[in-house]
C-alpha cells in the first residue's frame, strides 16, 4: 500500500459523507424518483439496484482504488500506478478526462445552483404568493432572460463553493458535509410530514413502489442502468479525488454499500416529499427541471404555509446543489496544489475563477448568446452533451478497465480483500458486465 502522504479523512463516516453528498445532486431531487414512477416502480427499483451492484459498484469502488494506492490527483494517481503495474503512463488521461468533466460539469452546474439560491430569497420574500401558473412561469423565464440576474447569483453559489473547499479536506469539505448532510436529511423528512398530510400520500406510493413488471423492457433497463451510473458522481475525477484522502483502514466494499444506501433513501425521501404536493395541485409530475422552478412555486404560492415550506425545499435543493459542487471543485484544486507552489486557498481561488468565467458563457446561453451555436447546440446544451455522453462514460470505462484488466492483481487483492470465490466474483463483474453496462448507456446516448 501507497504512503500515506497528504490530507486524509478524519473518519469513515466523514468520507460517507461527503461521498453521499456528491452523490445527491439536482437530479437526484426529481430525476430519480421521476424515473421510479414512471418505469414500473418498485420492479424498477429492484432493476436499478441490479444495475448499481454490477454497473455502479465496480466503477465506484476502482475509482476510490486508484486514488487511494495513487494518493495525488486523479491524473497523477493513474499515471504513477500504472507505471508501478509496468503499464504505460498514457493511462493518466482517464484522469485527466474526470477532472475535465468535473470541471466543465461544475461551470454550468453553478447557474443552476444559482437558481436555487434565487429562489430560495424568492421563497423568503413571499415571491410567490398568490401567483397564477403564468406568473410563476414569467418569473422563471424572466431570470433567464437577465444576464445580471443570472451572473449575480451564478457568483454568489461560486463563492459559497470557493469559501468552502478553500478551507481544505477536514476544515472545509469535511465540515460542509457534516452540517448539510444532515440538514438536508431532516428538511426532507420535514417536507414528507407535510406530504403525508396533504390526502395524497398514498397516491405517492402507489406511484412510486406499485410493482409493474409490464413496464419493463429494454429502455427502462438501460434507463436504470444510466441512472445507476450518472448518480454516484462516476467518470467525473471525484471519487478518484475523495480516495486519495482515504485511511487504509477503510473497507471498499463495506462503504460504497452505504454510500449506495444512503443516495438512494434520499431519493426516494425526495419523491416522497415532492410528489404528494405536485399530486395535491394537480400538477404533472413528469415535468423534469420545469417542476422544482415552476410548478412547485406555483404550489407554494397558493397553499397555506406555503412560504415556510417552499423556503425549506430550496434550502434542500441548495444544500444538494453545494455538496455536489464542491466535490467537482475539489479534482482540479488537488492537482493545482500538487503540481504547482500554490497554496490551497491560491490554487482553490483559480480553480474557482476559471470555473466561473466558463459559467458566464454558459449562462449568457439564454439570453445574449442564444443565438451562438455549435454542432447546434448553445453554450449551456453542449457543456451538458459533451461531459454527459462522452466524457463521463469514456472515464467511467478507463479505470474499471484498468483496476480490472491492467492493475497488478496483489494490489486489486490488498484492496478488495475478498476470498478466492469473491475474487472470482469480482472479477467477472468488473472485466465483463460494468465495461459492457458502460458501454450500452454510451451507444444509446448518441441513439
Known sequence: ?????????????????????????????????????????????????????????????????????????????????????????????????????GFLILSFYSVIGGWSLNYTLSAVTGAFNGQDADSISAIFTGMLASPGTLLLWHSAF?????????????????????????????????????????GHFGETLAFMFSPDWGALDGGVVLAAMGQAFFTLSLGMGIMMAYGSYLGEDVNLLSTAR??????????????????????ANGLDAGEGPGLIFITLPNAFGSMTGGVILGLMFFLLLTFAALTSAISLLEPTVEMLEERTSLPRVTATIVSGVAVWLLGIAA???????????????NIFDLLDTFTA??????????????????????????????????LSVWNIIARVIAPIGVIAVFVTGFM
Open 158 to 198: 461560486m463563492l459559497l463553493v470557493i469559501g468552502i473547499v478553500a478551507r481544505g479536506v477536514t476544515k472545509g469539505l469535511e465540515s460542509a458535509v457534516r452540517a448539510m448532510m444532515p440538514a438536508l436529511v431532516v428538511l426532507m423528512l420535514i417536507l414528507v410530514g407535510y406530504g403525508m398530510t396533504t
Open 1 to 101: 500500500m501507497a504512503k500515506l502522504a497528504h490530507a486524509q479523512w478524519s473518519s469513515k463516516m466523514a468520507f460517507v459523507l461527503a461521498a453521499a453528498g456528491s452523490a445527491v445532486g439536482l437530479g437526484n431531487i426529481w430525476r430519480f424518483s421521476y424515473l421510479v414512477g414512471e418505469s414500473g416502480g418498485a420492479a424498477f427499483v429492484l432493476v436499478y439496484l441490479a444495475c448499481v451492484a454490477l454497473v455502479g459498484v465496480p466503477i465506484l469502488i476502482s475509482e476510490w482504488m486508484i486514488g487511494r494506492r495513487g494518493q495525488k490527483n486523479p491524473i497523477d494517481s493513474m499515471a504513477e500506478i500504472a507505471e508501478k503495474s509496468g503499464k504505460t503512463k498514457a493511462w493518466a488521461l482517464v484522469g485527466f478526462s474526470g477532472m475535465l468533466a
Open 258 to 279: 452505504t454510500v449506495i444506501i444512503l443516495d438512494t433513501a434520499i431519493a426516494l425521501l425526495a419523491g416522497l416529499a415532492i410528489f404528494p404536493i405536485v399530486f
Open 389 to 422: 455522453k462522452i466524457l463521463l462514460p469514456l472515464t467511467g470505462l478507463g479505470a474499471v478497465v484498468f483496476v480490472a484488466w491492467r492493475l497488478d492483481r496483489k494490489s486489486v487483492e490488498e484492496e478488495l480483500r475478498l476470498s478466492a470465490t469473491g
Open 363 to 377: 449562462l449568457l446561453s439564454f439570453n445574449a448568446w442564444s443565438e451562438f451555436l455549435i454542432f447546434g447546440l
